[in-house]
């Protein structure tokens, strides 16, 4: 994985409001995005105004999230209000705290916008764990064929893929790289819910479970079982950590 | 696509992924980039951002979530009025 994207932080000809210097951020800021600034710095009524129809905006955006969501989240009605409030409200906080590091490079609304998706994604970690089956103790096997698209009828392949991922992972992998590959593919916990039982970051488990890949990979194309893999620019849809299998 | 197809889609790493959390950093950014000029353009300012989105599955619904916001608001859809 890469340390350091180069474009990261680099202001481009393409219209990106740019990164850098703290004290070129007012100049940067679009007419909106400097009124939201200048009345959340602010004192008084207009203060109070601009955080409650911050709020609102959170709230909408927060709600709209966890309906774009609904699929993928047991959560309805007065559950699905309660936790969009809770993301609004601490995103508002979170907001407030990091006010002065808006750098304009993009519109206040999008930058504000990002703190409350972020939080509908913690939120439904956590809440991953209230269901009645949520566990980290049943590691099922078996199921794995499935999760890679091997038709139940098909005893041949199943067998074979099971078994050399099942060697693979007992030979190739950490104590800790087995964990989290367990978890994650093996028992099909969300990467989010993991980041709460563990209390690891996003990060840290992606980057596990990306040296985790790289390894069982670089097996598996040892031993024959998959080819070499094209460079990474002629490449498109690989699969998602969580999501597939 | 065979059982194996999957498998190695699955473990197939990209060396220009910058992980979750430099991409999280300017997804506000790169979400623009997406809106205002398309997703190739975001793809080529930022090719580490865009192989991560491509790999990571919580961090590319982040990615879509935040971009449903932004164009519903510039549709003038639920969050139309952005005015503090």
Redesign the interface.
């Known amino acids: 994985m890469s340390s350091a994207d180069p474009s990261l932080g680099r202001k481009s000809a393409g219209g990106l409001r740019g990164c850098g210097d703290p004290s070129d951020t007012a100049s940067r800021l679009d007419d909106e995005s400097r009124r939201w600034i200048t009345a959340l710095g602010g004192a008084g009524a207009a203060r109070d105004e601009a955080l409650t129809r911050l709020h609102d905006l959170l709230l909408r955006v927060g709600r709209a999230e966890l309906a774009r969501r609904r699929g993928s989240h047991p959560l309805t009605g007065p559950e699905v209000d309660d936790l969009a409030n809770e993301a609004a409200d601490d995103a508002l906080v979170a907001i407030l705290a990091k006010l002065s590091g808006f750098r304009g490079e993009s519109r206040f609304t999008t930058w504000a916008y990002k703190f409350v998706v972020l939080e509908v994604s913690s939120k439904l970690g956590r809440h991953f764990w209230q269901r009645p089956r949520a566990s980290l103790d049943v590691d099922d096997w078996d199921r794995l064929p499935d999760r890679f698209g091997v038709a139940p009828e098909d005893h041949a392949q199943r067998r074979e893929l099971l078994a050399s991922v099942r060697r693979a992972v007992s030979e190739q992998l950490t104590a800790h790289q087995r964990q989290v590959f367990v978890a994650l593919v093996v028992d099909g916990v969300p990467l989010d819910a993991l980041v709460t039982r563990t209390g690891s970051s996003r990060n840290a488990i992606y980057k596990t479970m990306f040296d985790a890949r790289r390894k069982l990979h670089a097996a598996l194309v040892a031993n024959g079982h998959l080819e070499a893999s094209a460079p990474a620019d002629q490449r498109r849809g690989a699969e998602r950590v969580e999501r597939r299998p | 696509?065979?059982?194996?197809d999957?498998?190695?889609?699955?473990?197939?790493?990209?060396?220009?992924?910058?992980?979750?959390?430099?991409a999280?950093?300017?997804?506000?950014?790169y979400?623009?980039?997406v809106h205002?000029?398309g997703a190739e353009?975001a793809d080529r300012?930022?090719?580490?951002?865009a192989?991560h989105l491509?790999?990571?599955?919580?961090?590319?619904?982040?990615f879509?979530?935040?971009l449903?916001?932004?164009r519903?608001?510039g549709a003038g859809g639920?969050?139309d009025d952005?005015?503090?």
């Open positions: 696509m065979s059982g194996w999957e498998l190695e889609r699955f473990l197939r790493t990209d060396p220009r992924d910058v992980g979750c959390d430099q999280l950093a300017v997804l506000h950014v979400v623009e980039v205002d000029d353009e300012r930022y090719p580490g951002v192989a491509r790999a990571c599955g919580p961090c590319d619904e982040d879509e979530g935040l449903l916001a932004v519903t608001a639920e969050a952005e005015r503090p």
